[in-house]
């Protein structure tokens, strides 16, 4: 039997919350941007970054200036507005992942409905693909999502790990079905042709199984490590991680 050949696995750091720290006294620190660069030494392939309609973390000029500053990919995460089309035309991004957003809610509590939303979406991810940025649709794991997110033409999907992350907290069984949704939607989108990436809520405990999925290319992870840098540095948050994510991959390469 031969061994199932594994593609590396990338790390987008998500530095939204340091902004957000930034943003609870109106001054300058600490800088996402300053952030975002000790990501990248630390071994970040990537930044994700969030600028909400609301602007609650992420401004305007901290795109431009991660745009002008980070040696790394910039994955710019948008609502399906005219404005951030805009937005994102003006910077051009490496990437551009659109996701679902509500003004009155917490966090992106759930995946963009793709399959409901096709005739708004499909000019949007012609613009954004024509301008050469590389657009991913932030989904749940549904393969009626998938195959949607395939007929709209987007190359990538991100599957959103919040509910995964939550039943982590719930139960060993809960953890095992969502874990099985994530796998099998995985599969499904990779049969498509689209490119897999995975996030939202992804901490040491959770990213292993997640790690472990051949199909998966990329993992976006913020609100954890910026929790977990205050007790171990960024730095050493990241490295972490990313050695977490390694091993999980490797465990499971050995297993194929
Ligand atoms: C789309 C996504 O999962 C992240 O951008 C996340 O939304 C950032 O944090 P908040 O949801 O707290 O803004
Ligand atoms: N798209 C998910 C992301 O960028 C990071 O989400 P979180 O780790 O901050 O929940």
Known sequence: MTAMAFEPLRLGVNIDHVATVRNARGGIHPDPIRAALVAAEAGADGITAHLRED???????????????????????MAATSEMVAIALRHRPHAACIVPE???????????DAAGQMAMLRPIVGELSAAGIRVS????????QLDAAAALGAPVVELHTGTYCEAYEE?????????RRIAEAARHGAALGLEIHAGHGL???TVGPVAALPM???LN????L?????FRGLDGAIREMRRAMEAARAAAEARA
């Open 221 to 224: 992870i913020g609100h954890f």
């Open 137 to 144: 649709l932030f989904i749940a794991p549904d393969p009626r």
């Open 102 to 112: 509500r003004r009155e809610e917490r966090t992106t509590e759930g995946g963009l």
């Open 216 to 218: 998966v290319r990329e």
């Open 226 to 230: 910026i929790g977990e840098a205050i």
């Open 203 to 205: 901490s040491y405990e």
């Open 171 to 179: 139960s060993a069984e809960a953890f095992a079905a969502e874990s």
């Open 55 to 77: 602007r609650r973390h992420i401004r305007d000029d901290d795109i431009a200036r991660l745009k002008a500053a980070i040696p790394i990919p910039l994955n710019f995460e």
